[in-house]
């Protein structure tokens, strides 16, 4: 006999640390109504109507509606309307809200009534299991509060479920679903039309004083589809059949996923003939599922199309069935053959261009672009064969190999970003639907081989933004041997200057970390004379009390570094007003140097805080900064919300140095390499630009005053090499020279990112700085053990 499953369906193919709310089963805001009252309006009062689409009666008992403005600020509170009561299966219950001026129409008696003033064209509704007020002010975070039941943004609201708010509201129009389906998708799942509130009596019943009954509105007609999974995959990265129920969709489970995102994928096995069209799919439930690998089902859901943060935020959308009914027709079946990914077959080519517009609506090419080919696939069984690792493990059960072992090959086996254009179509991230007491995500290194075969379903992992093989067979990982790289020390006549990311350093992180780092300074860079500190953290962290002090901070890791058994550093720092830096919330970041007193000496020259700009006096040798350490032009726009670069004045052996300490904004807010939006649009470019403008004029003048000046502009500016910023900068090469375009090609990497090995951190010498040693001291970002996420690096310079 067939096994029937009924379910309701949340969000399909996250990464399993990532949570969104789900959509539900029962409980939903069936329509909302903010011009109540107001000018042209024909009822007195705002409302808010729920439904229950479940089964069995909801006991709405601590729950509550909340309304949050459609513009919220960091400071916008929600406001709350407690429920009591409960609503029936099928029925409605009514939430009676602020009333206006205007209108001529009481609502039908409601089910509880509350004060809340809604706008009539743009804000976001709640249904909350909870009295408490929520918190979040953006999509992102309220998609992750679990007490969140449902949520619709309408107008122009910031948040809101799925690809956009609910268009239409007004003073006479309410938004309303006009059948209870949920896709967590609210401009899809709502329509805009004349408000019909109905009470828990239902529509026409006990309408209040004064106003007729009226006919019960005959519930919609939904067409339900019969369909292929080819057929809900079609031809581009959006179904045809996007919000439309489906039947009888037939496959065999090939996937299950019990934590995080819970649900099963299931594949076709018997294709169509279009390479275009996947065959697989992934159904999600909200509990664990019940079915088993090898089961043939039988599917009736609705198909959604999800875009987690919007679709403006640019990430691709998830084609998925929601509230599935599921029927277990057989079991036991062998599993359809997995699509073997290779050189062979994944194309050179990244992705189809459309002038940073969407490729959402293009026919896939999947013999001629490699995004086109793992969209082509999504939720079918792929396979890799000994690929080498170019991403390591990391703290979520991640790693990144590649299927093109040739393409951009590092020397210690990465894969090197050279270009925009050429983002690395061999790139692939595994993650496993083994439970780990059964099989441990493997640990590995770059240049790391994961032998045999890994297969699994190819999800589409939301948090990072990419395409991954979620794996049910994992290989071997054969280890590539990969070590720490030591830098060559300095001679007595060489001053050595270096570089360090810390990632968030503060006193209550262990003192592993600590120690880790100061071995890396002593041991690795074999304890440059100067050191400029990125992500130095006040100290107490994350704690956002007001503290912006760091000195607990910096002692503590000069401790660790004399214990390693390096020098005694000294320190200098500017404490910045609070929470004006950005990073972690309350942590204050901001650079720092470290220097050895034995070795340099540092001119403090008073005056420098956190709204001082530091300037230039002097000419030629006399050429000196107003303040020592100071801040480069720190209340100019540019550095909104960012860390302002910090200069100091050393000397060594008689010879002035400058050195100026940077961490540029980060790339928060850029569309990601996959974006639907192609070639993606690096918004977070523009505010670094305008901060290498500041930077570049303010080398200039010390130029200017003194043509000889030994300059050294280092840290990390969040861009690559070949950027318009640091190509601002470094005035395309001819004001600074950056020292990583003088190793080899495939050495430029600092950093690795969804394993593309890449330049963020840069060391740069004025013209007058001729005799150098360069080195990228490779020590953290090719490891899954790593003390920070970014490599060192250091210069010799022999004056």
């Known amino acids: 006999m067939p096994i029937v499953i009924t379910g309701s369906l949340a969000l399909a193919g996250l990464g399993v640390h990532t949570a969104f709310a789900t959509p539900s089963a029962d409980a939903l805001v069936a329509e909302v109504y903010g011009g109540g009252g107001n000018s042209g309006a024909t009822y007195t009062n705002d409302f808010i109507e729920l439904a229950n689409a ?17 513009s919220p600020t960091a400071s916008s509170k929600w406001q709350v309307t407690p429920l009591s009561g409960s609503v029936a299966a099928g029925g409605r219950y009514l939430v009676a809200e602020a009333a206006g001026t205007g209108g001529t129409t009481a609502l039908p008696t409601p089910d509880a009534t509350g004060n809340l003033a809604l706008s009539g064209t743009s804000g976001t509704v709640a249904l909350v299991q909870g009295t408490a007020p929520l918190s979040c002010v953006t999509a992102a975070d309220c998609a992750a509060d679990s007490r969140i039941k449902d949520l619709v943004g309408y107008g122009g609201a910031v948040v809101h479920e799925g690809s956009g708010a609910a268009a239409g509201a007004s003073n006479t ?6 059948a209870l389906v949920d896709t967590d998708d609210n401009a899809a799942d709502f329509t805009a039309g004349a408000p019909t509130p109905a009470n828990s009596k239902g529509p026409g019943c006990d309408t209040g004083p004064g106003t007729p009954p009226t006919s019960p509105t005959p519930a919609p007609t939904v067409t339900v589809i019969a369909a292929k999974i080819h057929d809900i995959q079609g031809i581009t990265r959006v179904s045809p059949l996007a919000g439309k129920a489906v039947t009888n969709v037939t496959g065999v489970v090939t996937g299950l996923r019990t934590s995080g995102s819970k649900g099963f994928w299931m594949q076709d096995p018997r294709p169509d003939n279009d390479p275009a069209t996947s065959e697989g799919i992934f159904v999600f439930t909200s509990s664990n599922p019940t079915v088993a690998v090898g089961d043939s089902v039988t599917v009736a859901g609705t198909v959604s199309e999800y875009y987690p943060g919007g679709a403006d935020s640019g990430i691709q959308s998830i084609t998925e069935l929601t509230k599935p009914t599921v029927t277990v027709v057989s079991s036991d079946n062998p599993l359809p053959a997995p699509v073997v990914l290779s050189k062979k077959n994944v194309p050179d080519a990244f992705a189809p261009k459309a002038g940073s517009g969407s490729i959402d609506d293009l ?22 064969s000994d690929a080498r690792v170019v991403g390591a493990t990391d703290s979520y059960g991640e790693l990144w190999v590649t299927v093109k072992p040739n393409q951009h090959q590092t020397k210690r086996g990465g894969t090197y970003y050279a270009s925009y254009d050429d983002p690395n179509s061999g790139r692939l991230m595994v993650q496993s639907l083994i439970p780990t007491a059964t099989r441990p995500f493997p640990t590995a290194n770059v240049g790391d081989t994961l032998s045999g075969t890994t297969s699994g379903p190819l999800d589409y992992n939301q948090f990072a933004g990419t395409y991954a093989v979620a794996a049910t067979t994992l290989g071997k990982v054969i280890d590539g041997g990969l070590k720490r790289e030591v830098t060559e020390a300095a001679k007595d006549k060489e001053v050595s200057v270096a570089t360090y990311n810390v990632e968030n350093l503060d006193p209550t992180d262990p003192q592993s970390k600590f120690d880790a780092l100061a071995s890396g300074l002593v041991d690795n860079l074999r304890s440059p004379d100067i050191v400029a500190l990125e992500e130095i953290q006040d100290d107490n962290g994350a704690k956002d009390d007001g503290t912006v002090t760091a000195g607990v ?52 020259r008073a005056g420098g805080n956190a709204t001082t700009a530091v300037g230039v006096t002097g000419k030629g040798a006399t050429t000196a900064l107003t303040v020592s350490p100071g801040r480069i032009a720190p209340t100019d726009e540019a550095w909104k919300s960012s860390r302002k670069p910090l200069v100091g004045e050393f000397t060594f052996r008689g010879d002035n140095l400058f050195v100026i300490a940077n961490h540029f904004n980060s790339k928060g807010g850029d569309q990601d390499l996959t974006s639907r939006f192609q070639p993606p649009v690096r918004s977070s470019e523009v505010q670094r630009v305008k901060q290498a403008t500041l930077e570049h004029d303010f080398v200039q003048q010390l130029l200017a005053a003194d043509p000889k000046a030994r300059i050294v502009a280092l840290g990390d500016l969040n861009d690559y090499q070949f950027s318009p910023a640091v190509q601002t900068l470094t005035g395309n090469g001819k004001v600074l020279t950056d020292l ?21 951190d840069h060391i740069l010498v004025s013209p007058a700085v001729t005799q150098v040693k360069y080195d990228v001291v490779h020590i953290n970002s090719e490891f899954a053990d790593q003390a920070s996420d970014h490599d060192p690096q250091v210069v010799r310079i022999k004056p």
């Open 173 to 178: 129009d309410s938004v309303a679903r006009p």
């Open 740 to 760: 990583v375009n003088t190793l080899p090609e495939k050495e430029r990497y600092s950093y690795v990112f969804d394993g593309n090995s890449q330049v963020l």
């Open 363 to 384: 026919t896939l090419d999947p013999a001629h672009y490699a995004l086109d080919l793992y969209e082509s696939l999504e939720g079918m069984t792929v396979s890799v």
């Open 54 to 70: 479940g089964s069995g009666a909801l006991d709405l008992s601590g729950y509550s509606v909340q309304y949050l403005s459609g």
């Open 553 to 604: 901070t910096l002692q503590k890791l000069v401790d660790a570094i004399v214990a390693a058994g390096g020098p005694r550093y000294s320190w200098r720092s500017i404490d910045p007003q609070n929470d004006q830096d950005g990073g972690e919330p309350g942590g204050n970041i901001r650079t720092a140097f470290l220097f050895n007193p034995k070795r340099v000496g540092f001119t403090d």
